[in-house]
């Protein structure tokens, strides 16, 4: 697994989201590594990261992280948040503080849970991969900045950025659609002993920001924040008004 680090200063770790690799928190590592020593994960399959026929795994993300890693604020974009609030539950001593950055504890309708997209947008972007990759995974950059009130930059950005460090592998795109579909911790949260910060894009149209307002109001020591017009990537479009919530949530931790 490829892990860069950059800067120096208190240790944040940073894991990115489905299909995408480190290389896309750009415009965030820029401010953040001006306080922060920032260790920028590339997921197995993704990015940097060599292994593009093993199975992508939340339990093995988070074991070869937390081995890599000292003890930090973990920081996880959408697919990642799921790695950072499973290390948070799981690994607590590694992990200092969570931040959830467009991630929700499920990611899928149910009955009692309206804040979430349709089982069967998985459904079509996994039957898709197999057709037509690049093209099902374009779509998916656009439903990403669906909303923002920087859409075009941010759409720009992704593109720009998602194969420049290789194309993820197939095989770990379709585990990764297999981890968010049936994700649900919500009933964890009340295990959570670690303080965390829940980021939401206000127009975000995958995670709607209910969704992170309960799970920062069902965890202990949890603070919820809005992001005025931004979307699924709010720290592409928002990076100053992300970095500056991230610096004020870790100055409020023990040092």
Same mark, same amino acid.
């Given at each position: 697994?490829?892990?860069?680090?950059?800067?120096?200063?208190?240790?944040?770790?940073?894991?990115?989201?489905?299909?995408?690799?480190?290389?896309?928190?750009?415009?965030?590592?820029?401010?953040?590594?001006?306080?922060?020593?920032?260790?920028?994960?590339?997921?197995?399959?993704?990015?940097?990261?060599?292994?593009?026929?093993?199975?992508? $795994?939340?339990?093995?993300?988070?074991?070869?992280?937390?081995?890599?890693?000292?003890?930090?604020?973990?920081?996880?974009?959408?697919?990642?948040?799921?790695?950072?609030?499973?290390?948070?539950?799981?690994?607590?001593?590694?992990?200092?503080?969570?931040?959830?950055?467009?991630?929700?504890?499920?990611?899928?309708?149910?009955?009692?849970?309206?804040?979430?997209?349709?089982?069967?947008?998985?459904?079509?972007?996994?039957?898709?991969?197999?057709?037509?990759?690049?093209? $099902?995974?374009?779509?998916?950059?656009?439903?990403?900045?669906?909303?923002?009130?920087?859409?075009?930059?941010?759409?720009?950005?992704?593109?720009?950025?998602?194969?420049?460090?290789?194309?993820?592998?197939?095989?770990?795109?379709?585990?990764?659609?297999?981890?968010?579909?049936?994700?649900?911790?919500?009933?964890?949260?009340?295990?959570?002993?670690?303080?965390?910060?829940?980021?939401?894009?206000?127009?975000?149209?995958?995670?709607?920001?209910?969704?992170?307002?309960?799970?920062?109001?069902?965890?202990?020591?949890?603070?919820?924040?809005?992001?005025?017009?931004?979307?699924?990537?709010?720290?592409?479009?928002?990076?100053?008004?992300?970095?500056?919530?991230?610096?004020?949530?870790?100055?409020?931790?023990?040092?």
């Amino acid at each position: 697994m490829n892990i860069e680090i950059t800067g120096t200063g208190r240790d944040l770790v940073l894991i990115h989201g489905w299909a995408m690799h480190s290389g896309i928190f750009a415009p965030l590592t820029e401010i953040l590594a001006q306080r922060f020593r920032l260790h920028l994960v590339d997921l197995p399959g993704h990015g940097a990261s060599p292994e593009r026929d093993v199975a992508l $795994t939340l339990d093995d993300c988070v074991s070869r992280i937390a081995i890599a890693t000292p003890p930090a604020i973990w920081i996880g974009w959408s697919l990642g948040g799921l790695v950072a609030l499973r290390a948070a539950l799981d690994v607590s001593p590694q992990v200092r503080g969570l931040v959830m950055i467009a991630s929700s504890p499920r990611f899928v309708i149910g009955p009692d849970w309206p804040h979430a997209v349709a089982p069967e947008v998985f459904e079509q972007f996994g039957a898709d991969l197999g057709r037509d990759y690049r093209g $099902t995974l374009d779509r998916f950059l656009a439903l990403e900045v669906h909303g923002s009130d920087c859409a075009r930059d941010e759409l720009r950005e992704l593109r720009e950025r998602l194969f420049e460090r290789g194309e993820p592998a197939l095989r770990v795109l379709q585990d990764g659609l297999n981890l968010l579909e049936p994700s649900d911790m919500r009933a964890e949260l009340a295990q959570l002993d670690v303080p965390s910060l829940w980021l939401a894009g206000a127009r975000d149209r995958l995670i709607p920001w209910q969704a992170m307002q309960w799970a920062a109001q069902h965890s202990r020591n949890a603070r919820f924040e809005k992001i005025a017009g931004g979307g699924h990537a709010p720290f592409i479009g928002h990076a100053d008004v992300v970095a500056h919530a991230i610096s004020a949530f870790a100055d409020s931790l023990p040092a």
